[in-house]
C-alpha cells in the first residue's frame, strides 16, 4: 500500500513565528489530503489537493501539492496558540472505497 | 444533525474479555471506517466498508471483527481483548461526491489491564 512520510514529528514555535510540515512518498500520489487534530480530540478534514503543483489558501494556511505530485506541504503563517494540534497529511487510494493511509503527524505546540 | 457518534467513549477491559463499538452516521454516507491511534503512529485502518453489505480488511485487522449492520452503523468487536490493543479507536465515514474528506467521530478510549 502507499506510504506517506511526514516531518518533523514534533514542533515548538513561539507564537507569531512561521510553522511547516512535510509530507512525502516515494510513489505518485493522486490526491492528498490534510486533517488537523487538536488535543484530546478527533481529526478534522482541512483540505484536498489534485493537481500536480497546487497551492490552496485558508486565511494563514497555506498547502502545496508538489509538481510530481509526490511530496506536499502544509505553511502556518504567524501562528497563534489556536493553530495548536496534530497536523497529519493522507494519501487516497484509487479503491472504491477511497481508503486513507496517514502520515504519522506533526505535533504543533505554541508557546505565548 | 450529531454527525458521526461512537460509544462508549471510554472502556476498561480485562485481558481475554470481549466487546462492541458502536459507530453511527447520519449524513447518508456510503462508506465507513475503523482506524486505532497510537502515540507517534499516526491513525491506522483496521477495517472498512465501501458500502453497506461490505466490508474489507485494513492495515492491522488482527483481533478484530466488523460487522455493517445497516447504512448507518458500523460495529467493532474484540473477541478477546489483548493489552496490545490498548488505543484510541476512531469511527470515520465518507462519500463520494463530496472530494472523500472524512467526518470523524470522537473516539473510544479503550484500555485492555
Known amino acids: 500500500g502507499q506510504q506517506v512520510m511526514q516531518i518533523p514529528q514534533y514542533q515548538h514555535v513561539q507564537e507569531g513565528e512561521d510553522f511547516t510540515t512535510y509530507c512525502n512518498s516515494s510513489?505518485?500520489?493522486?490526491?492528498i489530503q490534510w486533517y488537523k487534530q487538536r488535543p484530546g480530540g478527533h481529526p478534522v478534514f482541512l483540505i484536498q489537493?489534485?493537481?500536480?503543483?497546487e497551492v490552496k489558501k485558508q486565511k494563514r494556511l497555506t498547502f502545496q501539492f508538489g509538481e510530481a505530485k509526490k511530496n506536499s506541504s502544509l505553511h502556518i503563517t504567524a501562528t497563534q496558540t489556536t493553530d495548536v494540534g496534530t497536523y497529519f497529511c493522507?494519501?487516497?487510494?484509487?479503491?472504491?472505497?477511497?481508503?486513507?493511509?496517514f502520515g504519522s503527524g506533526t505535533q504543533l505546540t505554541v508557546l505565548p | 444533525n450529531a454527525g458521526v457518534t461512537q460509544t462508549p467513549k471510554f472502556q476498561v477491559l480485562k485481558t481475554g474479555q470481549s466487546m462492541t463499538l458502536q459507530c453511527a452516521q447520519d449524513?447518508?454516507?456510503?462508506?465507513m471506517y475503523w482506524y486505532r491511534q497510537d502515540p507517534g503512529m499516526g491513525l491506522r485502518l483496521i477495517y472498512y466498508?465501501?458500502?453497506?453489505?461490505?466490508?474489507d480488511k485494513g492495515e492491522v485487522p488482527n483481533g478484530y471483527n466488523v460487522s455493517r449492520l445497516n447504512k448507518r452503523e458500523f460495529s467493532l468487536r474484540l473477541e478477546s481483548a489483548a493489552p496490545s490493543q490498548t488505543s484510541v479507536y476512531f469511527c470515520?465515514?465518507?462519500?463520494?461526491?463530496?472530494?472523500?474528506?472524512?467526518?470523524f467521530g470522537p473516539g473510544t478510549r479503550l484500555t485492555v489491564t
Open positions: 466498508s465501501a458500502s453497506e453489505g461490505t466490508t
Open positions: 470515520a465515514s465518507s462519500n463520494y461526491g463530496t472530494g472523500y474528506e472524512q467526518y
Open positions: 449524513m447518508n454516507h456510503n462508506s
Open positions: 493522507a494519501a487516497i487510494s484509487s479503491g472504491s472505497a477511497r481508503q486513507l493511509t
Open positions: 510513489t505518485t500520489l493522486s490526491n
Open positions: 489537493l489534485v493537481k500536480s503543483g
